[in-house]
């Protein structure tokens, strides 16, 4: 099964690649990575889509944890949470079909990015299901090219507890 | 002890982190971007140097060292072919959980990327290799990764540490404070087991009928070894040990079974495979232990405690995890028992096992076994000894037949086996250990592996007895090519290339002796343990096509047990 992990990690150097390095080490698949900033300067937050039965998402989870420059692991996975996705498209029209596509991508709440005498760049942001089911569609168009960008996903609003400054984990 | 800041260089501020750390030993060899630092050290007086003749040896060295006193070995080598030369080392610090602090140079900040000459990405080559490792980019950072690199080694599960030191870090200077405390976010070890588990445990210790100990080098590195003989003592609990266990309980008590796994004793298998409760401790289900993971223990419910949480439902899924210190949990396990448990029923099968197939070889021959040579030891020592023994046929010799009293009294490759590994590793402890012999028992092969470390030996006059043990193979895979291979000898003869051992010690300045019948045994070890101002080697001659057995084949269950030989050959 498809699983989301959120690995909130130390900003420093090589801690990126401890992670690439220990899902090859220990066999573990990783479907997407995403990684950037979050409220805190030192810190970076990593979204995973991964796969596999329990028992190698327990291990996937306990491994992430041991590694020193993760500062908390959350599995994100159930739907209740906040996951979004954006992938760039871009697709072949013709005259008839510019305006389907144009449709299809309202649909989707997509944008037209960029569009030339041959294809149209659609922009679409949402869960990754929503992708596909555009991606899909799309596909019967002629997709030319396409980039994804992974997911990226945060744990739904617990209210967060008065805590002066330190709430900053808790929303992970 | 807080001292006032004071502006130092690199070099300095090394070396005082290291006075902080308390680090009395440090094994390393110098080359072109360390020279700074071997600069600094020529003044240094509150720690020895030891110089090796090559880097591998000095992170073995290292961890004969830390496995030997429970210290943190320290490694000091040069950039490019001075850091690749201790992978293997740290390979297989990491897969026996021993804690080491490597230094390595680095080219220049600047050059690094460049292809600069003796540039290697150490820090990238040792990432899955290390439990940690860092690049210090700033002199600023030199201290506190320092501190930290000693921190993350030594406590949780121990492990390797690498620290990268480009060369301009180490000459440029800055204000110097050691830090008094560190905050590392992500690396909090849990030390405490859950309450209601440990309850739990003490439970299913007090409803079993039929439970066994099942003791890995966790207890030992934790220190738990008391926590474990009361527990054990005080309710009459059958022990097995893994190979790093070995030591943590006595081996000469009616209590302890032997080791466990492919080579493991008859008894200590069948109580794995019959009993209904079994308590993993500090012990990680390795494949050489389980055999088939499906049939191991598989009536018995499993408990397992580790400070790991990586460990658990690892290799084996288990009913009752406890993640904590092994030494802690022990010792509430205890106080949650009020009356001595008994189980007399299980003892008289455990017994019955005992007698059916005990260790036995061959011995009314007249020619010389390993396992007469490794009793013979035990005989002259009492047990009270460092053994530190290679890779192959010998180490499971040594491991059934040399009754561990002690925990660190045996040192040994066993995650990673590392042929090579038992010369200098013998050299680490042997600084580290001043009041019990320490004896280096090899195979003819590995003893190859790193014999230039024989100088190193003779140079400090460290009393190192040398063992070889020659059967004129590389006898353990000699022995899987006899049982699984059609009898193809592939490139295991050594008899044709073979030195003279002898004549190879003396040349490096060791006194010599050579064995060839079980009757010299014993004079010449008396003779060989005289001499305590210098290492001494023994070649012991003994048969060469002898099996190790029992012998659970890989990945079977303990109903394929081998129990001797099937063919009568030699
Ligand atoms: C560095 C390394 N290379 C190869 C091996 C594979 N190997 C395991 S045991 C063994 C034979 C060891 O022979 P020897 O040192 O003579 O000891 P014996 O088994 O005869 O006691 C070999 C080659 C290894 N463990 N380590």
Redesign the interface.
């Known amino acids: 099964m498809k699983h989301i992990i959120s690995v909130l990690l130390?900003n420093r150097?090589?801690a990126f690649?401890?992670v690439a390095?220990?899902f090859s080490?220990k066999g573990f698949n990783i479907q997407s990575i995403s990684i950037g900033e979050t409220e805190m300067p030192e810190t970076s937050r990593m979204t995973l889509v991964t796969s596999g039965d329990d028992?190698i998402i327990?291990?996937v989870v306990?491994?992430l944890?041991?590694?020193?420059?993760?500062?908390?692991v959350v599995d994100l996975t159930q739907s209740s949470n906040i996951i979004r996705e954006m992938a760039l498209i871009t697709v072949f029209y013709q005259k008839g079909t510019r305006s389907e596509i144009t449709n299809i991508c309202n649909i989707f709440r997509g944008n037209i990015v960029d569009i030339n005498n041959k294809t149209l760049t659609l922009e679409i942001t949402g869960p990754p299901d929503k992708i596909d089911a555009a991606v899909n569609v799309l596909m019967g168009y002629g997709i030319k090219e396409m980039a994804r960008s992974g997911a990226v996903a945060l744990k739904r609003g617990e209210q967060i507890k008065d805590q002066r400054k330190e709430t900053t984990f808790t929303q992970l | 002890m807080k001292k006032a800041k004071r502006f130092m260089t690199g070099a300095e501020i090394f070396f005082e982190c290291l006075r902080y750390e308390k680090v009395k030993h440090i094994f390393g060899y110098p080359g072109g971007a360390v020279l700074k630092l071997y600069e600094q050290l020529y003044d240094v007086d509150f720690l020895e140097h030891i110089l090796v003749r090559h880097e591998q040896g000095a992170t073995h060295a290292a961890e004969g060292y830390a496995k030997a006193t429970g210290k943190v070995g320290v490694v000091l080598v040069t950039s490019g072919p001075g850091a690749t030369n201790t992978v293997t080392g740290i390979a297989d610090a990491y897969m026996d959980s021993v804690p080491l602090v490597v230094f390595t140079g680095q080219v220049a900040s600047h050059l690094i990327g460049n292809d600069a000459f003796q540039e290697a990405d150490i820090?990238?080559i040792t990432?899955?290799i290390t439990?940690?490792?860092f690049?210090v980019?700033d002199v600023k950072e030199l201290a506190i990764t320092i501190k930290q690199a000693f921190y993350?080694a030594s406590t949780g599960r121990p492990g390797p540490v690498l620290v990268d030191l480009p060369k301009d870090v180490i000459n440029s200077s800055c204000d110097f404070e050691y830090p008094e405390e560190i905050d590392?976010?992500?690396?909090k070890p849990v030390y405490f087991g859950h309450q209601n588990q440990i309850k739990k445990a003490a439970e299913m210790l007090k409803k079993a009928k039929k439970p066994l100990l099942y003791v890995g080098g966790g207890v030992i590195m934790s220190g738990g070894t008391n926590e474990l003989a009361i527990l054990a003592k005080e309710n009459n609990l059958p022990v097995t040990m893994t190979l790093q266990g070995l030591g943590s309980f006595s081996g000469i008590e009616d209590q302890s079974l032997g080791m466990l796994g492919m080579h493991g004793t008859y008894c200590a298998n069948m109580a794995v495979n019959n009993c209904d409760l079994l308590i993993a401790l500090g012990a990680r289900f390795d494949d050489r232990v389980t055999g088939n993971p499906d049939t191991f223990a598989k009536d018995a419910y499993k408990i397992h405690v580790d400070i790991?949480?990586?460990a658990?439902?690892?290799n084996v899924?288990v009913d009752l995890p406890i993640v904590g210190d092994v030494k802690h949990v022990l010792a509430e396990i205890a106080s949650e028992l009020s009356e001595p448990l008994k189980y007399d029923e299980w003892w008289d099968q455990i017994n019955s096992w005992k007698d059916e197939c005990p260790l036995l070889y061959e011995d009314n021959d007249g020619r010389l076994r390993t396992e007469f040579v490794i009793e013979s030891l035990f005989n002259k020592t009492k047990g009270n000894a460092v053994i530190v023994s290679d890779v192959g046929q010998h180490q499971m010799w040594t491991a059934q037949y040399f009754n561990f009293t002690n925990p660190r009294s045996f040192i040994t490759s066993g995650g990673l086996g590392t042929m090579g590994f038992s010369v200098p590793a013998s050299i680490g402890a042997s600084f580290g250990v001043k009041d019990k012999p320490v004896i280096s028992i090899n195979g003819d092969g590995g003893f190859q592996m790193n014999i230039q470390e024989l100088v190193t030996a003779v140079a400090y006059k460290l009393p190192i007895k040398f063992v070889v043990i020659n059967n004129s193979f590389l006898g353990m895979v000699r022995q899987w090519q006899e049982l699984f291979h059609l009898e193809k000898y592939s490139f295991t003869d050594l008899s044709a290339s073979n030195p003279d051992f002898v004549k190879v010690a003396e040349a490096f300045g060791l006194k010599a002796f050579l064995v060839e019948s079980p009757k010299e045994m014993k004079s010449t070890l008396d003779k060989a343990f005289e001499i305590n101002n210098g290492p001494v080697l023994i070649e012991c001659r003994v048969v060469q096509e002898d099996m190790v057995f029992p012998m659970i084949p890989p990945g079977a269950s303990v109903e394929s047990m081998i129990v001797k030989r099937l063919n009568s050959k030699q």
């Open positions: 130390e150097f090589g690649n401890r390095t220990m080490g028992k327990e291990q306990k491994q944890n041991r590694l020193i420059d993760t500062i908390k | 820090v990238g990432r899955p439990k940690h490792n690049l980019r993350i590392l976010k992500g690396y790991d949480p990586t658990i439902d690892k899924t």
